[in-house]
């Protein structure tokens, strides 16, 4: 049972930067999609970047050109560097690994941005 535990939350003024981790704890054999989603209040959770069977990322069009996904396999971990943060980018963010073992999220981590 993997769990995820993520970081680099916070508040940033619009045209800032964070860049947020989700360190998987457990041994991951097989990665099918590795990846961040984000939920701002009244709406559904949306897909923001992912990796899928280590293929090239997919990035929500709302994010493009700003955000860039990465991973580190040998420490199980997936980053999100956003750059250029914009008031409409708050919400909570979740990490979510799918393996041969099962689909796992994170927590969540909150991101504000203010005007």
């Known amino acids: 049972q993997l769990q995820l535990v993520e970081s680099g939350g916070g508040l940033v003024q619009a045209g800032g930067s964070l860049r947020l981790s989700c360190a998987a704890s457990?041994?991951?054999?097989?990665?099918?999609?590795m990846g961040w989603y984000r939920q701002a209040p009244g709406k559904q959770r949306e897909l923001v970047a992912v990796?899928?069977?280590?293929?090239?990322?997919n990035y929500a069009d709302s994010v493009k050109g700003r955000f860039t996904i990465s991973t580190d396999n040998a420490k199980n971990t997936v980053y999100l560097q956003m750059n250029s943060l914009k008031p409409e980018d708050t919400a909570v963010y979740y990490c979510?690994?799918?393996?041969?073992?099962?689909?796992?999220w994170g927590q969540g981590t909150q991101v504000t941005v203010s005007a």
């Open positions: 990796i899928t069977n280590g293929k090239s990322p």
């Open positions: 979510r690994i799918i393996t041969d073992t099962g689909d796992f």
């Open positions: 457990g041994s991951i054999f097989s990665r099918y999609l």
